[in-house]
Nanobody, 130 residues
Framework: HVQLVESGGGSVQAGGSLRLSCVAS????????YGWFRQSPGNERESVAY????????????SVKGRFTISQSQDRLGIGSRLHLQMTNLKPEDTAVYYC????????????????????WGQGTQVTVS
């Protein structure tokens, strides 16, 4: 099992920035990909960005490309990994609950796009842009 805990959400005005973080612990050695996803009221959960853990390859949804940056770092204590999502030039349509998730899968050496391939999820953190 992998435990994921997000932090960093909040309220910000349009054009502002936020940095989300996610601490991953447990059996992280089996993780191939980490991803950020979001869900707003009345909408399905959607992909925001993925990162291939070992090589650092990244993918972004068109709606956030050029504004959001996904990155990863080793936990200071070496216990797990930290996943980050730097969000800039935020727009009201970015308002959602943001989740981090992990996947043991690779599809053609790329992170899977199917949310069902992400097996462990955090509890989510609210981002509100007004």
């Amino acid at each position: 099992h992998v435990q994921l805990v997000e932090s960093g959400g909040g309220s910000v005005q349009a054009g502002g920035s936020l940095r989300l973080s996610c601490v991953a612990s447990g059996h992280t050695e089996g993780v191939n990909c980490y991803g950020w996803f979001r869900q707003s009221p009345g909408n399905e959960r959607e992909s925001v960005a993925y990162i291939y853990r070992r090589q650092g390859d990244t993918f972004y949804a068109d709606s956030v490309k050029g504004r959001f940056t996904i990155s990863q770092s080793q936990d200071r204590l070496g216990i797990g990994s930290r996943l980050h999502l730097q969000m800039t030039n935020l727009k009201p349509e970015d308002t959602a609950v943001y989740y981090c998730a992990s996947s043991p899968y690779l599809i053609d050496r790329r992170c899977p796009e199917d949310l069902d391939r992400y097996t462990f999820w955090g509890q989510g953190t609210q981002v509100t842009v007004s």
